[in-house]
């Protein structure tokens, strides 16, 4: 079983290009290309992905909350 590259998985869970994926962790455009060719990259790279996604995750979670609220406002008249 082949699993998907990190970066790709990345990539198209935030809807995001790797230039764009690069300039979030800070790196080269050509750095990000040589993980996803070799599908090698530093731990500490993966992490910060992770954190990245969290990241997303949290702020759509946040914003259902928002929308909840309004709505409970809204209710009570």
Known sequence: ???????????????????????????????????????????NAEKTIKLIKENKLLKLKLEKFKTAFILIEEARG
């Open 1 to 43: 079983m082949n699993k998907e590259n990190i970066v790709k998985q990345t990539c198209k869970e935030l809807g995001v290009t790797q230039k764009e994926l690069a300039e979030k962790l800070g790196i080269h455009l050509t750095t990000v290309q040589k993980w996803v060719s070799s599908n090698e990259f530093p731990l």
